[in-house]
Every structure is written in structure tokens, then in C-alpha cells.
């Protein structure tokens, strides 16, 4: 598996099996960009570095954000963003690959693309490839 190059600004986009691996690999930190109550209610990833890109009340920008990712970084890792479908985590990439770090997005997310019915977890992503996380 390759990453696909990014065309909007970020280093590119990888498949959920590869950000987990680099992960398991020591050459990439997984930040979950999601907010801390879609962590709390929907599930995570062990491990995974919290980095709300936006958050409640009105979906404000994280004001710690660059602060935490460059600190993930450290080192000269890459990150792997994972957002609920892979959108957020293009605009965190984007801002990441600003603050001069190499930075991918998870595509399809923790939770995939609604299926038929309006419903998540049936069509692709983290859960629905049987990747680690837990619900509390």
C-alpha cells in the first residue's frame, strides 16, 4: 500500500491498514482531530494523540492545535489525522503541512461514509476495517 499524493496542500492521503501500520512501526503519530465529545460517545483509538481540530461549543478552532501537533512531531515523525469521515482531517493536514510538518489524512475516517440509510460504521473506515478502538 502507498499513500495517494496530496493534491491540496498536505503530504497525501492513506488507507486506514497503512496509518495503522506506521503507527505500530514508530514512524508516524496518529492524531484524532475529532472533538473530545465524538471521542467520548462514538469511540477512539488507543494511543491516539486528542487534537480536536474544531470544537463545541460552535465548532471553534482549537486555539492549541498548531502547539500539539508540532509537539507530536517532534522527532521528525509524520502524522496520520483522523477526523469521523475524513474531511477535517484534509483541513488538519493542511494546517499541519503549514507549520512545515509532513502530514496525511486517514481517508474515509473512524467512522466511513453513510450508507443507504443515513447510517455510519457500514461503509469503510477505522471501525468497519476491524482496526483498534474502544467505546467507553
Same mark, same amino acid.
Given at each position: 500500500? *502507498?499513500?495517494?499524493?496530496? *493534491? /491540496? %496542500? ?5 488507507? +486506514?491498514?497503512?496509518?495503522? *501500520?506506521?503507527? *505500530?512501526?514508530? #514512524? $508516524? ?8 465529545? #465524538?471521542? #467520548?460517545?462514538?469511540?477512539?483509538? +488507543? /494511543? $491516539? &494523540? ?6 463545541? +461549543? ?5 486555539? %492549541? ?5 508540532? $509537539?507530536? $512531531? ?7 489525522? &483522523?477526523?469521523?469521515? %475524513? ?19 486517514? &481517508?474515509?475516517?473512524? #467512522? ?8 455510519? /460504521?457500514?461503509?469503510? %473506515?477505522?471501525?468497519?476495517? /476491524?482496526? +483498534?478502538?474502544?467505546?467507553?
Amino acid at each position: 500500500m *502507498q499513500p495517494r499524493t496530496g *493534491q /491540496g %496542500g498536505y503530504a497525501g492521503d492513506v488507507s +486506514p491498514q497503512l496509518a495503522w *501500520q506506521w503507527v *505500530q512501526q514508530g #514512524e $508516524a503519530v496518529l492524531v484524532d482531530v475529532r472533538t473530545d465529545a #465524538e471521542r #467520548e460517545w462514538v469511540g477512539f483509538v +488507543p /494511543g $491516539a &494523540l486528542p487534537v480536536a481540530w474544531k470544537q463545541w +461549543p460552535g465548532m471553534a478552532m482549537n486555539a %492549541g492545535f498548531d502547539e500539539a501537533v508540532r $509537539a507530536a $512531531a517532534d522527532g521528525g515523525r509524520k502524522l496520520v489525522l &483522523l477526523c469521523r469521515s %475524513g474531511v477535517r482531517s484534509v483541513a488538519a493536514a493542511r494546517r499541519a503541512t503549514e507549520l512545515g510538518l509532513e502530514a496525511y489524512n486517514i &481517508l474515509e475516517g473512524f #467512522e466511513g461514509d453513510p450508507d443507504g440509510h443515513g447510517q455510519r /460504521g457500514r461503509k469503510g %473506515g477505522w471501525r468497519y476495517h /476491524g482496526l +483498534p478502538w474502544r467505546q467507553n
